[in-house]
């Protein structure tokens, strides 16, 4: 393992200290990290991706880290990256979505697989260990809204959302959708 991807495993478990998964089980954070990494891993993303991958909601979700912080720690381009990813958290929750989806076409090559890695994450999540205040119905958008924004993302990358199409006719099928 590259000292990049090293050292960005060791800040986002830093920055993501002490906080859960929205399921029911209550999975360290974490666990998620290391999901969407080993992802962009194994479907072919070079050091820099694969460190925006344990990056890539530390700017969204922690305290006091800031777009300079990561640029500072790891340069432009894993910055870069991470910042694609990134939702502008001063807009509202529905705006932050719909954003999504309309900037999805134009993400890097590395952006879209840190992307597919999340989504194909978070979807398995609502399978393993669905949020305590999620209905049925509300598992059932969350998958479509995400498929929609992976289906926007720039082409490519057969073996990652062949991984995706699997774990999102796994949760459909696990969620009675």
């Known amino acids: 393992m590259s000292d990049i991807i090293t050292r960005a495993e ?21 666990v998620h990290l290391e999901e969407v990494a080993s992802f962009v891993r194994r479907h072919g993303g070079d050091s820099a991706a694969i460190a925006a991958a344990w ?3 530390t700017v969204e979700d922690c305290d006091g880290v800031e777009p300079a912080d990561i640029h ?4 432009a381009d894993i910055a870069g990256v991470v910042a694609e990813v ?3 958290k001063s807009l509202p929750k529905a705006r932050r979505k719909e954003l999504q989806i309309v900037t999805a076409p134009r993400k890097s090559g590395r ?3 840190v992307k597919l890695g999340d989504k194909t994450s978070n979807i398995r999540s609502v399978n ?11 598992c ?21 959302r062949a991984e995706l199409a699997v774990a999102i006719a796994e949760t459909r099928r696990g969620i009675g959708a």
Not at 10 to 30: D, I, L
């Open 10 to 30: 060791e800040f986002a478990r830093n920055a993501h200290s002490g906080q859960t998964r929205k399921g029911a089980a209550m999975e360290p954070y974490v």
């Open 55 to 57: 990056l890539h909601d």
């Open 72 to 75: 500072h720690a790891f340069g």
């Open 86 to 88: 990134t939702d502008d």
């Open 111 to 113: 952006a879209a697989l």
């Open 128 to 138: 393993r260990s669905r949020p305590v205040d999620w209905d049925f119905e509300r």
């Open 140 to 160: 059932r958008t969350y998958v479509d809204w995400a498929e929609a924004v992976v289906a926007a993302l720039p082409g490519g990358f057969c073996t990652a």
